[in-house]
């Protein structure tokens, strides 16, 4: 076969066509609003996802803030709007366990159908007293452990991408489709 490399490169463009549509995006979380909470409010957050099944994981669905490494605070409510949209309650204690007036904090999701998700500086919290020595004894930490696991292939959610981070997968096989033609 004197041609076999024309014949690879239109077998790798296929290929990539085929799998680049059929594979779907990873769930993730689109939007939170509101954004901006003070110390000692009941926050009360929309969350919209992506590609989630917020319904058909209703029973172990859970989500915090994550103020940083070692921070966060557990949802004390959350109910199911749809598959993509809830809210969320957070009781956010009076005063912030750090130096700064105003913070922001990552929301992290887990759901046991679509696996655990992330949206950083999701929620932004303002103190107007600057305490963190009686911000640590009044937070009260929650762990955030054994998070699930997705158990199928998917493009990975960023949040800043969505859908378009299937180029890179294209961009890939075409570059070496290009070579061997």
């Known amino acids: ?34 954004q901006s909470f003070r110390t000692g409010d009941t926050a009360i957050v929309e969350v919209q996802g992506y590609n989630t099944h917020y319904q058909q994981g209703a029973s172990g669905l859970k989500a915090w803030l994550k103020l940083n490494d070692s921070l966060t605070l557990a949802a004390t409510v959350i109910q199911i709007k749809s598959e993509t949209n809830l809210t969320l309650q957070f009781d956010i204690p009076n005063f912030l366990p750090l130096p700064v007036r105003v913070q922001d904090c990552a929301l992290v999701m887990d759901n046991p ?14 103190q107007d007293s600057i305490d963190p020595i009686l911000g640590l004894e009044i937070w009260k930490n929650t762990d955030i452990a054994k998070l699930s696991e997705r158990d199928f292939v998917t493009y990975p959610f960023r949040n800043i991408l969505q859908e378009t981070i299937r180029n890179t997968y294209f961009h890939v096989s075409l570059w070496f489709a290009m070579i061997f033609y």
Do not use: E, R
């Open 1 to 34: 076969m004197k041609n076999w490399y024309k014949i690879a490169a239109v077998v790798i463009l296929l290929y990539s066509f085929i799998v680049g549509m059929i594979v779907p995006l990873s769930p993730g979380i689109v939007a939170v609003t509101p």
């Open 113 to 126: 159908k679509d696996g655990y998700s992330v949206l950083p500086s999701a929620i932004f919290i303002t």
